[in-house]
């Protein structure tokens, strides 16, 4: 039984920093590939970061530079850290994952079978 669960969103200033958490359970990061999205609102969901299981990275141009995607194996905990946040940063995130499938690509929101609730995120 797969679960993911987000931690670690709040309220911060602009330029602000944040790290979220998803704790994952009923697979290993070896078996799936993972992934932040998020949705503001009034507007879609949208892919922040994932990371192959392994190990390669992707940022989207939004958050490059300023966001790190990691993860923890032992602890089977994916990381965001969000540095000189933005108000446009503000939405909810939600961690995903998904094992390896070749029907679409890792950088489309249909890839990801499993998501967790969503962590809130307000940047002013």
């Known amino acids: 039984h797969v679960q993911l669960v987000e931690s670690g969103g709040g309220s911060v200033q602009a330029g602000g920093s944040l790290r979220l958490s998803c704790s994952a359970s009923?697979?290993?990061?070896?078996?799936?590939?993972m992934g932040w999205y998020r949705q503001a609102p009034g507007n879609e969901c949208e892919l922040a970061s994932t990371?192959?299981?392994?190990?390669?990275?992707y940022y989207a141009d939004s958050v490059k530079g300023r966001f790190t995607i990691s993860l923890d194996a032992a602890a089977n905990t994916l990381y965001l850290q969000m540095d000189s946040l933005r108000p446009e940063d503000t939405a909810i995130y939600y961690c995903?994952?998904?094992?390896?499938?070749?029907?679409?690509?890792?950088?489309?929101?249909?890839?990801?079978?499993?998501w967790g609730q969503g962590t809130q995120v307000t940047v002013s």
């Open positions: 995903a994952s998904a094992a390896y499938n070749s029907n679409w690509s890792r950088l489309e929101k249909r890839y990801y079978k499993y």
């Open positions: 990371i192959r299981r392994d190990g390669a990275t």
């Open positions: 009923g697979f290993t990061f070896d078996e799936h590939d």
